[in-house]
């Protein structure tokens, strides 16, 4: 008999933060088995308990969070196309039959990719309105010049015409071709024409965090680990740029070095 406290049984379904279940517990709107429960620290049975939110019975399976480091030569899709599928890096053992990815990296790109089976979560990620912004490490063919920076934050228009979002960049002092960009919006091949609209090249790119989820220095590529509800929630949240680029430039500037 599985025994959790109810705040966690409701949050791993997805829809509502901890702080809300508390909330909605303290205005009497949670039941367990009928009986209204006042106390989110409430032990129960997740395969015999029925739980209902504002009248709705949630379902005893909870959804999957999957972070996986991406490698080089996998493609982001649910099936081979082009490259076997990322899905075969997920272990059997942690994958289940709906899961997908949500959200995008080339084929030969790097790092920090969210697979799930929330397809609610999967759509809030990446509506324009919520839009959470991801931040990338790249090996650049030339310098980076320092004017990029004023560039980007202007918005960069693509070869196509298409006028981007103000974004950041930042260089890594101990390496005049590592950089770091965060992006507010996910278009095509949008850093490497971004760079490519400044005259530069992008040779490796490394998404390091989606939203306030980082890509935990410990997992190499190909590995993966199951993130849970509270670190999803992290997405919404995500770090302040300058702070991220100072925090983290020693430990993903000496992965990008190697490779
Ligand atoms: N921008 C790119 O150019 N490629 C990616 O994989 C992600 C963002």
């Known amino acids: 008999m599985p025994q959790i406290r109810l705040d966690r049984f409701i949050s791993e379904r997805g829809e509502y933060t901890r702080s809300k279940i508390k909330e909605l517990a303290a205005k009497g709107q949670i039941r367990v088995n009928g009986a209204v429960v006042r106390k989110p620290d409430l032990k129960i049975d997740t395969e015999n308990d029925e739980v209902e939110v504002l009248g709705n019975r949630l379902s005893s399976e909870r959804f999957r969070y999957i972070l996986l480091n991406k490698p080089a030569g996998y493609v982001c899709s649910t099936e081979e196309h082009d490259g076997p599928s990322v899905m075969e890096l997920i272990p059997p053992e942690m994958r ?9 990296l080339d084929k030969d790109s790097l790092g920090a990719l969210l697979v799930t089976d929330d397809g609610e979560l999967a759509h809030r990620m990446l509506s324009p309105k919520k839009h959470i912004p991801k931040i ?16 980007f934050a202007d ?8 006028q981007c979002l103000p974004a950041k960049v930042c260089n890594i002092e101990s390496s005049e071709k590592l950089a770091f960009i965060e992006l507010n919006e996910g278009k095509y091949h949008q850093v490497k024409r971004m760079f490519a609209a400044v005259g ?26 199951e993130l849970l509800h509270k670190d999803v929630e992290n997405l919404f949240s995500p770090p302040d740029f300058k702070a991220f680029c100072s925090e983290f430039f020693g430990v993903f500037s000496a992965i990008l070095i190697n490779i």
């Open 155 to 162: 918005g960069i228009t693509l070869s196509d015409g298409y």
């Open 136 to 151: 990338y490490i790249v090996k650049l063919d030339s310098s980076f010049q320092s004017k990029y920076v004023n560039l």
């Open 96 to 104: 289940t039959k709906n899961m997908f990815p949500a959200g995008r």
């Open 200 to 225: 530069n090249h992008v040779e490796v790119l490394m998404r390091v965090s989606v939203g306030g989820v980082i890509l935990p220095e410990r997992l190499a590529f190909g590995e993966c680990m």
